[in-house]
């Protein structure tokens, strides 16, 4: 019997110890690994933009192509973006599966730029254990065309009377980038100044190119046409557009 137990003791330390045999060797490859992970990280992911800035207009896209050098079983890499959505998600989160494509892993990404300048974008691009940052930017979008108009064609004379007023920026491609700036003035007939404005917005433009003001004539006894003019900055140079509006008796 006593035989019996110290057999039994025996093949219970040979067990505990090939266990601890196993637990080691796991643990030391799972340290390999990372270590092997960290000392190769650019060589087992990188990824590239094929523009490094684009116009902040809702429209244009940078294309970010990921290549993965990793076990075959880890072929998502999911793309992390701090300013504008990727296309076909309109999220700023993405996971792509990579596939081959001429002998390299492959993953791309299409990020769309938001309506707001941002020269600090970056996107993070990751597979597990691996990640990697590229950095972009968003530049000012301006206008192509300015578009005043108002609900009110007249108004009658005196001191305070008002005319709202509506300015649209619009581009051909795309939206012009939020915060954009429009001077106003307005005009007698006779070409010298008449009024002021105010309620115009200090952030500028909106999401939707719009900005409005009030017309506010400082004037008794003018009576006759009133010119008002919006002008703004362009990639051309500049832009304007005339109201015609009256002020009558």
Known sequence: MKALQTFSLFKTKVL???????ALLHL???QDQTEYILKNKQQL????????????DGKSFITIT??????????????????GKFRYSDTSSLKVQASLSSGRL???????????????TEVKVS?????????LSF???LPDSLQIESSVASVQKGFGSEIPVQVFLMRKKGLPSTGQSVQFRAEKADRSRIG???GISSAGSDLRGMLNAIFVLKDTLYTGPVRIIGQTRAASGSLSDTLHVFVTN
């Open 28 to 30: 030391s490859c799972e």
């Open 106 to 120: 492959l993953a791309k990404a299409y990020l769309v730029s938001s309506l707001t300048e941002n020269a600090g």
């Open 196 to 198: 002021e404005f105010r």
């Open 127 to 135: 597979v597990p254990g691996v990640d990697t940052i590229i950095r």
């Open 16 to 22: 505990i110890t090939a266990l601890s045999a196993v």
């Open 139 to 141: 530049t000012r979008a």
């Open 45 to 56: 992911l990188s990824a590239e933009a094929d523009a490094l800035s684009v116009e902040a």
């Open 66 to 83: 990921a290549n993965v050098n990793l076990d075959a079983d880890l072929k998502e890499v999911e793309f992390t973006t701090t300013a």
